[in-house]
């Protein structure tokens, strides 16, 4: 037993003390790292070759915001990432390589470069690389969030692969079409769509150019789940955003914290009063309740990003807040 | 004041007393009046150019089902069906022609054939025909069911065409995708999406071609509100199904009942022990709790059809019965 | 196929043409007409002895409403009204007597004056009279209303009285006090509370007497489902309301139609321009679309009453006027 | 940039690594102490006078489990614990004294032994004791689930208390009788009524005393809000339970984690293998996933607790296992 008083006004501030910091990581720097951890590790000693990328304000916990976790991750030519399952919850951001896929509840989702994917609670997934090249992409996750609430349970399938029992594209052939099989139900609160193709999404984003967009977001689409309209995970919200060539958005905060990736082009945000560049391939994050805003002003700029918002309004506990002057000095 | 008792057995009957008969209306019967019909009537005199499907056995009433009305809308070229709204719900299935148009608050959508569109409870809508043949379509409303809860409202908006005010296909470039834009929120409990385009929704129906479907529909499949993942509009579902060459159904029976109309192909139904052959452009009806079968035995066949299950279902009301003997003798 | 146009201005009127009317239905009329009834036939005969309240403007057609029945049914000493289930849902304000029961779904509910009591779609339901004295009370079902969808099912149970598996007052005990057993869960979408007693609502209803309340109805409260807040059975709302002295509330109008009771007190309602006076016992109703205000100027009094609202909000078909004038000339 | 594999099987664990531990704080030492940190400091000094029961194996977190927060609050006899509001919400259950109350958002709440009251999420509570003696409750708040989630938000009001401007007991006349309002809507996903009173609670508690109940619990009941059937607050469910004189339930283990505290009567609770003996007044934790059996050996109790069960429902996260053995060793 210990007085309240003593701590609480360190325990009820009035306004979040947020611990991440905003940071950035260059895929200049990160791409040979993951490689040279691919020459060191195999991904069966590593059973995910992922490096994570850990919140310098975290003290190396394997977080990037205080609910989400970020890493990269390869998979070589011929390898297998065994099959198993966990209560965490994941999504992917296809950086690069041809050839890779991931078996999720028994459908085979080839992977291409700006694909998404999901691999929801408890389900069964695998990864492997049928191709010649390396493949790398973004894993979300949102192990902080989940570790949090006494909630991890994982557990490994037994085989290296599961046993593939749908077609490929099965999914979206399904769902992806604003029609639904009469004959079936999906389970789960999750979409049932494993592959949210890149040319689809991006056909869709640029579709919408010439609309005025989010003031703070350019042109800037979520993606759904067919089967409730909601996010396609229950507890992170996954984002496509268009920046225009001259375009530079206004500043606003909100308490959802976001993991941002750039699927295409250059620019710059300013998060927190701090400028950072970016191009293809880099990954950064904004913490929450910080000011930010995006610029691209030397050419067109298409940024992926996935954050913790479902959570924040399952109980009521986001908040946005527009910048009066519009921009961060 | 009269007594329950005299009427009872009248009222709360075993099973339903269905007066809609089943019954069909063959295209080749049903195109040259429609056509005559334009020779008669303008489409401005006529507000509307649409000759009802009126089910034999509701005594002339403009009902297709006692829930469903079903007619044949013609619009000739050049001409325009002028802009008012009402509170029941219309869809439409495109039959023939080039040129169609129908433009819903603001969004003028072109109808092709096989085009599926909604006009929801009270949105503004008027169409046209910009090319050089009739375009002629299937209306399916929800007008007994309305009329029947005394909630028919009607308003003419003043002008002959409404203001476009979207970009053509904007709907679908804003929900077409499995993204949504983030800075807007759909009004209405109906789908944000005009139409939906027949070589996107046959593309779907056969991708699914390999399953093995239900077993009194084939590879049914259902259109979607892509914002909250229920029916297109909140009265009535739309389905198109795929019969397989020599598929011939299991027989079932529901309350719910339902106008199907042929998109494609040939075949017959079996519907209250009688046979109906049917064949491109024809619509016919199967009313609550009779039972019905479907075959395509000669070649495949799509098969559109709309139906009220969803009112049935908001009440606990809708029940499905497998025919023991699988088929109709 | 009959041509559209000659009954579009028919079929889609400005304003629903409304062919039901206000009607009042006077206890001392009433009362000695369901006695005689007693008389004339056993409940073993009639099933059911109840006598409706036929609305006029309807043909003779069970209904007092294009959606609502209502009935006045008596249960003589000793008698019982055998076990059945019926699709339609029904309602049930009880008008006088001591020792009449219903038996719902295994749980036997005494009845009494001023209770509220419901019988949902297809549940098991059989009353007696287990006093001294004749039972009366109000039905009120929604016979018209799945009438119209074709929905109609009924059956017997094949013995008088059902089991009776529940103690008394089992729902009110599990549902009634804001708390919920955590090891069951409700079945179906209705009120798992059988019997809501009339003290405890006469007072609920009185505490907030000090309210302004609403300028159409005063004092005026809903009945609800505690295990979702919903109206108590999912096609119709039902109230209780009490006009304080010399309180004459405002007219305003709305789609769903409405059968009062008067459960105490007297006063009048202009319905329609029609002044209806009314007291204890007398039943009216309030068509579609029809400007209403009730006055309560020499005491207080409390109306129960029972609408369709719920059917129409489950499809955005409800509106609401207030009369620009306050009150009907 | 870290590595995953060196910490994966660190962070994605077969079953949660529990950092709380299983704890029980005697009411015989509690009491003392609060009431001599009442000598010690003022409620004005203190903003909240409350001894936090820190969990031991939290390292001095205020904190009971991962994500929720208990604490002993202390009022004296004419104090007032001013007004602010935050984003955590706050359940409160009295323990003792006389002429305490709680207002929020302008209604002044009574508060006696046994009474169960909520503050919601951002609504502005003051406490004040208007007795001859101390008044103490027990406090539990999710201040470490909002604290993780980077949410906290604090503000003063400015005055020592609020305005009042609703009647004693408003809540509980406008949504206790399963009746509502039918011309307001409650804000806030909360329940509207502000306290749940002992004398109902322990009633509908003991009128299912002839129920069989949980085999973990005996008859449990949880508090809901009336408007959504849901629990009380979005991210905490409360609940009452009563054991038979004798009962000794079956174990089990959820993810949820609970704070017990013991309303009325003795026993124990096997907790991980330890056995707590408690008595009146005694407040005690199971962290999550955790086995956990009562046992009301002597004579009967009453247990109020509270969970995070909602948060981990909210995402598919809550588990329960019963065990095979029955009870623990």
């Known amino acids: 037993m210990r007085p309240l008083w003593a701590v609480l006004s360190d325990a009820l501030t009035p306004e979040p003390r947020v611990r991440s910091v905003p940071h950035i990581w260059h895929w200049r720097d990160v791409r040979p790292r993951i490689l040279r951890a691919g020459a060191l590790v195999t991904a069966e000693e590593a059973e995910r070759r992922v490096l994570m990328l850990v919140n310098p304000g975290l003290d190396g916990r394997p977080a990037a915001t205080a609910t989400l976790f970020a890493g990269i991750q390869l998979i070589l030519p011929g390898e297998v990432a065994r ?6 919850t994941a999504v992917r951001f296809i950086i690069e390589g041809e ?34 090249q390396p493949v790398m992409w973004l894993d979300g996750l949102d192990i902080p969030f989940v570790t949090n609430l006494d909630a991890i349970f994982y557990e490994e399938f037994g085989e290296e692969r599961q046993p593939v029992v749908k077609s490929v594209n099965d999914s979206i052939r399904r769902w992806g079409s604003n029609l639904k099989p009469s004959w079936e139900t999906p389970e789960g609160s999750y979409s049932p ?5 890149w040319e689809t999404s991006r056909a869709a984003l640029h579709g919408l150019r010439g609309d005025k967009g989010s003031p703070f977001d350019g042109i800037i689409m979520e993606y759904i789940n067919p089967y409730n309209g909601g996010p396609t995970v229950p507890t992170m919200a996954a984002y496509l955003q268009l920046l225009r060539q001259g375009e530079h958005t206004h500043a606003h905060r909100h308490v959802a914290s976001t993991v941002y990736h ?6 710059y945000s300013v998060v927190g009063g701090r400028r ?54």
Not at 104 to 111: A, D
Not at 193 to 197: M, T
Not at 290 to 313: C, K, M, N
């Open 83 to 88: 099959t198993h399952h966990h209560t965490p």
């Open 99 to 132: 050839g890779g896929y991931t078996t999720v509840s028994g459908e085979k989702g080839p992977m291409r470069k700006g694909d998404y994917l999901t691999t929801p609670n408890w389900t069964w997934h695998d990864h492997g690389n049928e191709g010649a």
């Open 193 to 197: 769509i494993l592959n949210y193709r």
């Open 262 to 267: 750039v699927a295409e082009g250059g620019g």
């Open 276 to 329: 950072f560049d970016w191009e293809e391939g880099d990954t950064f994050v904004v913490p929450a309740w910080t000011w930010h805003e995006h610029a691209a002003e030397q050419g067109e700029a298409v940024l992926f990003s996935f954050s913790d918002r479902p959570i924040l309004r399952a109980f009521g506990l986001d908040r946005e807040e527009a910048l009066a002057a519009g921009r961060q000095g």
